[in-house]
């Protein structure tokens, strides 16, 4: 690899052909489902080969890269180079966007828009019509990207029909690295009498152990509801935080799934899921972190899937009581909550179709910089059900209308609210 000052990197060939062997060998090690890993693939392999050892640049090369890995068509699947200072507007911004028709042709409409993100700092409101980042026209399908170490500007137009740029800075330091704005994990507040609010946004780290205390502080500050609308639009999901609010969710123990690797693909995961080892409690404090791992080595020395199992915290006052709020953008960690409110009769799901994107995933390394992100196991609910790929259905379907919201009407908080009573 070689570069020059102000250029972009350039990769030589047999660079490019040692990164491209890499990756077919970290899937090949790796990949979850290797049964996609068939003819088909290899086929896709050759004919992609080509384009791949003859591209120009860094960036042709990794688009090169990711058309190939496209073709197995599941999620968590990536490829990049380390030294990328770029994000997309999902994790740069704590916003989602959906494309549709507007007076202003073809564009990306801001759907949701977390309190505490980029976006939402810079003023960006749901309906809010996307039109330019750093006076790049942005049309779909394109997706913009932005950089992490520098401000963007953003055009786009307000819910009052004008047209408006801010500007937006995705990422802070922290200590000698970037690190993504956040926004505000959990709000929570009553609606009118008897019935809560919670909305989580996403549920970040491993085990989660912050969010689970202020899902836990949350609930506890809403009193003696009745009721309880929990808003997972828009969560994009995030780690095991998520059992905790499964485990608010019903009073009793009970197991949620588990995410068995490569290895696990051909066992009859029926008869051997009551044998794994399970997780069923998030220490108070990241202290007791390291008492955990303690406990679990030896399933992740044997690579043995851990079932989530629910922490058993007794009556709420607003069990068989409410109503869980998604859309097309609730996804992973979110999903888990969704399918095991669902399969167990815990609430009532209101919105669109969840994202169907449930994977447990990794990076490697595979040379020269590059960083391969690949899925390493499926996601099943203690029924045997799989989500990848598999959009959850609402009970009662209420679509994100982009022009009602523009007026200020959050149609699908007031469907649950009708709902809930």
Same mark, same amino acid.
């Given at each position: 690899?070689? /570069?020059? @000052?102000?250029?972009?990197?350039?990769?030589? &060939?047999?660079?490019?052909?040692?990164?491209?062997?890499?990756?077919?060998?970290? !899937?090949?090690?790796?990949?979850?489902?290797?049964?996609?890993?068939?003819?088909?693939?290899?086929?896709?392999?050759?004919?992609?080969?080509?384009?791949?050892?003859?591209? @120009?640049?860094?960036?042709?090369?990794?688009?090169?890269?990711?058309?190939?890995?496209?073709?197995?068509?599941?999620?968590?699947?990536?490829?990049?180079?380390?030294?990328?200072?770029?994000?997309?507007?999902?994790?740069? !911004?704590?916003?989602?966007?959906?494309?549709?028709?507007?007076? &202003?042709?073809?564009?990306?409409?801001?759907?949701?828009?977390?309190?505490?993100?980029?976006?939402?700092?810079?003023?960006?409101?749901?309906?809010?019509?996307?039109?330019?980042?750093?006076?790049?026209?942005?049309? @779909?399908?394109?997706?913009?990207?932005?950089?992490?170490?520098?401000?963007?500007?953003?055009?786009?137009?307000?819910?009052?029909?004008?047209?408006? /740029?801010?500007?937006?800075?995705?990422?802070?330091?922290?200590?000698?690295?970037?690190?993504?704005?956040?926004?505000?994990?959990?709000?929570?507040?009553?609606?009118?009498?008897?019935?809560?609010?919670?909305?989580?946004?996403?549920?970040?780290?491993?085990?989660?152990?912050?969010?689970?205390?202020?899902?836990?502080?949350?609930?506890?500050?809403?009193?003696?509801?009745?009721? !309880?609308?929990?808003?997972?639009?828009? &969560?994009?999901?995030?780690?095991?935080?998520? !059992?905790?609010?499964?485990?608010?969710?019903?009073?009793?123990?009970?197991?949620?799934?588990?995410?068995?690797?490569?290895?696990?693909?051909?066992?009859?995961?029926?008869?051997?899921?009551?044998?794994?080892?399970?997780?069923?409690?998030?220490?108070?404090?990241?202290?007791?972190?390291?008492?955990?791992?303690?406990?679990?080595? @030896?399933?992740?020395?044997?690579?043995?899937?851990?079932?989530?199992? /629910?922490?058993?915290?007794? /009556?709420?006052?607003?069990?068989?009581?409410?109503?869980?709020?998604?859309?097309?953008?609730?996804?992973?960690?979110?999903?888990?909550?969704?399918?095991?409110?669902?399969?167990?009769?815990?609430?009532?799901?209101?919105?669109?179709?969840?994202?169907?994107?449930?994977?447990?995933?990794?990076?490697?390394?595979?040379?020269?910089?590059?960083?391969?992100?690949?899925?390493?196991?499926?996601?099943?609910?203690?029924?045997?059900?799989?989500?990848?790929?598999?959009?959850?259905?609402?009970?009662?379907?209420?679509?994100?209308?982009?022009?009602?919201?523009?007026?200020?009407?959050?149609?699908?908080?007031?469907?649950?609210?009708?709902?809930?009573?």
């Amino acid at each position: 690899m070689t /570069t020059s @000052p102000g250029q972009e990197m350039t990769l030589t &060939n047999s660079a490019k052909r040692e990164v491209l062997e890499r990756v077919l060998k970290a !899937l090949d090690s790796k990949f979850y489902k290797p049964e996609l890993l068939d003819a088909t693939w290899r086929d896709a392999i050759e004919s992609h080969r080509k384009g791949i050892e003859s591209a @120009p640049t860094q960036d042709a090369f990794e688009l090169a890269v990711t058309g190939l890995l496209q073709t197995l068509k599941t999620s968590h699947l990536g490829f990049f180079h380390g030294t990328a200072k770029r994000a997309s507007s999902r994790a740069a !911004l704590s916003a989602t966007y959906l494309a549709d028709e507007t007076a &202003n042709g073809s564009r990306w409409i801001f759907q949701d828009v977390h309190d505490g993100g980029s976006a939402a700092l810079a003023g960006i409101q749901p309906g809010n019509i996307l039109l330019r980042v750093d006076g790049k026209e942005i049309v @779909p399908p394109e997706h913009p990207v932005f950089p992490m170490g520098a401000s963007s500007t953003i055009d786009f137009v307000a819910n009052d029909g004008q047209e408006r /740029t801010a500007s937006v800075d995705v990422a802070q330091p922290k200590g000698k690295k970037l690190q993504f704005v956040e926004p505000t994990l959990v709000q929570s507040k009553l609606l009118s009498e008897g019935i809560g609010y919670l909305k989580v946004a996403m549920f970040p780290g491993m085990i989660g152990v912050e969010v689970a205390n202020s899902m836990s502080s949350a609930i506890d500050a809403l009193g003696n509801i009745s009721r !309880l609308i929990i808003d997972l639009r828009g &969560n994009t999901g995030g780690g095991a935080g998520a !059992l905790r609010l499964m485990s608010l969710m019903t009073p009793n123990r009970a197991p949620v799934g588990f995410s068995p690797g490569k290895r696990w693909a051909k066992r009859d995961l029926a008869a051997e899921k009551t044998r794994f080892p399970r997780l069923g409690k998030i220490p108070a404090s990241k202290g007791a972190l390291w008492l955990l791992g303690l406990q679990f080595l @030896p399933a992740l020395v044997t690579k043995s899937p851990i079932v989530l199992e /629910t922490e058993g915290l007794g /009556t709420k006052p607003y069990d068989g009581n409410i109503v869980l709020l998604v859309d097309r953008h609730t996804a992973s960690a979110a999903e888990m909550v969704t399918i095991f409110a669902k399969e167990n009769h815990l609430a009532t799901i209101v919105g669109e179709k969840t994202a169907g994107r449930l994977l447990s995933a990794t990076s490697v390394k595979v040379g020269h910089g590059f960083r391969l992100a690949l899925p390493t196991g499926a996601y099943f609910t203690w029924n045997g059900t799989a989500l990848e790929g598999s959009p959850i259905e609402p009970d009662v379907i209420a679509d994100f209308d982009w022009q009602e919201r523009r007026s200020g009407v959050d149609a699908q908080l007031l469907k649950a609210l009708s709902i809930a009573g």
